[in-house]
Structures are given as structure tokens and as C-alpha cells.
């Protein structure tokens, strides 16, 4: 046990013993009567999990790809959006964006400082044509929690879809989609969910799949309406991360069996510990508490 690898990183992160048990079975076919009951099991559980009450869809891939997935699907080349930058996943929202042709606006602030709402606010006062807000639940290069509560205030009265990366978030911080007004919410496998990366997820309101159904193909593998279809008879679109699907199946009994808030609270019991041991050691931790991720 001494020498056991410790990994001290945000993703990936430790993976527990039952989690591991559950993939290390025997092989099943995705497209059987095993995987179709698991998938079953595991769609009310992701639905509990990011407070949707619509599909949560499981993508093979990255964060990153769900970002991307997120951007083709729901935008069409020329639409204007607002991207909040305050870290390097914010810039990566800018730069998918641009990627799809997209008319970019960028709300700037400071590494290890949130995005203010009321900035947010007046941006779209100001530019009544944007269609999509981007911003990080928790912005994992810096710690910081975006006021992602607040921002929807200012979004979900509008003609326009609010897209948040809670890929650090989902699974340590509270995020209920769809009590918040969140109209697109992602995460990856690999950090508050304890499994191994390559595997993300989805989640989009009723007027995100409104708006989805009028946009253009812009990718043949990331196509969120076809992965809907599929995902109701319990399969995905394509060939399914078969293991990885099985261990957060796994994972999410561990985690729902403890209850959300008892998890929220023990996490933030830890990074209060955490914060408290780098002050004794005399540093300074970042972000300040008031707007400190996770």
C-alpha cells in the first residue's frame, strides 16, 4: 500500500475498487439485451445526476468532445456568441467556437477571478443578436466557481442557449440543470464521476432540442439528435465505450447511495482542509474563498 500511486491531479482522479471490479468483467455486445439493461439503469441515474429531466446522452470521447459537440450541434457558422474567458477552458470554448465559424464575443476576466453577471448582462443588452452564452461551472486551470446561478438569471428569459462546461464540476459541486435554467450542461468521465477518461456527457433542455433540430450537420460522428434516437432503446449511436459505461454505472450507485448533498458537503469539507493546510505552510491558495470551484 506504501508505494501505491497517488494521483493529486483534477482529472484523472483516483479510481475506487468497485468502480475497477465493474469493468474488469467479461466483455459484453453494446448492442445486447446486458448493455441495454445497464444503459436503462444508467440513463435515470445521469438524469438524477445533472437534475435534467430530459435525456442525459454518454459521448466516446473527451470533455473536450462533448465541447465540440455542444458548439456543431447547437450553432450554425455566422451566429454570434458570448464566450466568458477567465482560464485555458474558457479560451477553449472561444477557439471551438471560431472553429465552427462562429462570430465570437469575449468576456475577459482575470485568472483566478469569476465572470461578474451583470457584465454578462450588459453584453447582452447591448448585442441583442448573440445566441449562445459559453462559460465554465468550475474553471479547472484556476479553481474558480462561475456564477452560473446567477448567469442564467440573465439568460433563460432570452432568445439565446446558455452552454456550461461542468466537467470539473459535475459530481463535487452542485449544478441542478434544469432548476438553475441551464440549457446545456457536460462533463467527463475522469474527475468527479471516478472513472477512467474517454467517456463524456450531455445534457440539453427542451429549447436546446428545439434549436437542435434546425441546425445543419456540421459533424458526421457528433450528432446529438441521432444519439437521442438511439440512446431511447437503451444503445448509442455508435460503437459504445462498453467498460467505461459499466464503471460509471458502478460509480453512481457508490455516489447517489450517499445522497448529492452529503457528497457536495464532504467535498467542500475537503478543499476547506486542503486551503487550510497551504495557508499553514504560508501560501497563498487560489482563487480567494468567495468564488473558489468544487
Known amino acids: 500500500m506504501l508505494q501505491r500511486q497517488r494521483l493529486l491531479t483534477p482529472g484523472p482522479t483516483p479510481i475506487p475498487a468497485d468502480v475497477r471490479l465493474a469493468m474488469a ?6 448492442r445486447k439485451p446486458a448493455f441495454k439493461e445497464a444503459m436503462h439503469t444508467l440513463r435515470g441515474q445521469l438524469q438524477t445526476l445533472f437534475g435534467a429531466g430530459l435525456p442525459v446522452l454518454p459521448l466516446s ?37 471560431e472553429s465552427r465559424g462562429l462570430k465570437v464575443v469575449s468576456l475577459s476576466a482575470d485568472w483566478g477571478q469569476a465572470i461578474e453577471p451583470g457584465a454578462v448582462e450588459k453584453i447582452l443588452d447591448e448585442q441583442p443578436d448573440i445566441r449562445g452564452v459559453f462559460v465554465q461551472l468550475s474553471e479547472t486551470s484556476t479553481g474558480v466557481l462561475h456564477p452560473v ?11 439565446l442557449l446558455l452552454v456550461v462546461d461542468g466537467i470539473s464540476a ?25 472513472c477512467p477518461p474517454g467517456l463524456a456527457l450531455i445534457a440539453l433542455s427542451q429549447r436546446a432540442w428545439e434549436k437542435a433540430a434546425t441546425v ?3 459533424c458526421y460522428y457528433f450528432n446529438l439528435v441521432k444519439e437521442r434516437e438511439n440512446l431511447e432503446n437503451n444503445q448509442t449511436h455508435f ?16 455516489i447517489l447511495s450517499q445522497g448529492l448533498d452529503a457528497v457536495y458537503r464532504k467535498q467542500w469539507a475537503l478543499t476547506m482542509m486542503a486551503r487550510t493546510g497551504i495557508q499553514i505552510l504560508d501560501c497563498s491558495p487560489l482563487p480567494p474563498r468567495a468564488i473558489l470551484g468544487g
Open 25 to 30: 468483467g467479461d466483455m459484453i455486445h453494446h
Open 149 to 159: 446561478e446567477e448567469i442564467a438569471r440573465c439568460t433563460r428569459q432570452r432568445n
Open 61 to 97: 470521447c473527451s470533455g473536450t468532445g462533448a465541447m465540440t459537440a455542444a458548439v456543431f450541434c447547437l450553432f450554425a457558422p455566422g451566429e454570434t456568441v458570448l464566450v466568458a474567458e477567465a482560464g485555458a477552458f474558457g479560451k477553449r470554448w472561444r477557439e471551438i467556437a
Open 170 to 194: 459535475v459530481g463535487l459541486s452542485p449544478c441542478p440543470m434544469d432548476a438553475w435554467g441551464i440549457d446545456c450542461l457536460i462533463t467527463g468521465s475522469q474527475k468527479g464521476l471516478m
Open 239 to 254: 460503437t459504445s465505450p462498453v467498460s467505461l459505461i459499466l464503471g460509471l454505472k458502478a460509480s453512481l450507485d457508490r
Open 216 to 218: 445543419p450537420d456540421g
